[in-house]
């Protein structure tokens, strides 16, 4: 243990971790540190641990964290109330307040609407179907909507006719 050095360290972590991504680099370096440290503590109090090299810490630094803006509700208000056609309004709506992608929004069918839940059916995730939980006045406006442009059962309620 005494004669390992940072080098030695350093090609073992290399081959440990070659091609996976670099939070999981970050992991086994900060496994094999606590490692050294252990056993620093517990048996060989003069162990100087191979890991302790600002190059080795550089290397497997921690990965820098995507922090994502949110927008501001009232933002998101101003944004959807400033559409001028109903139909568009509803779809940002949909997309904003509910989370689904354009994809998802433009394939709701009537049938597909019970009160505040929306069944998606094949999702991009990949299930068969999924369910998204939508506030009671966007259900309510979605529910007009269908009511007054006497969309059937089977055509989308999100695409204008004769649109595919």
Known sequence: ??????????????????GRKKATKRTRFASLTAFFNFIRNSCLSDLENPCDSPMLRKLF??????????LEKETVDE?????????DRLLVELMARG??????????TPRDVEDRRLILRAPKSGREE???FIPQKVAERLKE???????ASSRSAMRPPGSS
Not at 79 to 87: A, E, G, L, N, Y
Not at 99 to 108: H, I, M, Q
Not at 145 to 151: A, F, M, V
């Open 145 to 151: 909507y269908i009511r007054d442009k006497g969309i």
């Open 79 to 87: 944004v959807v109330f400033k559409i001028p056609r109903i139909r």
């Open 61 to 70: 630094r921690a990965p820098n964290q995507v922090r994502w803006d949110f």
């Open 1 to 18: 243990m005494e004669t390992l050095s940072t080098e030695e360290v350093l090609g073992f972590l290399t081959k440990l971790s070659e």
């Open 99 to 108: 989370g689904l992608r354009v994809s998802e929004a433009l394939k709701l």
């Open 130 to 132: 999924e369910v998204v």
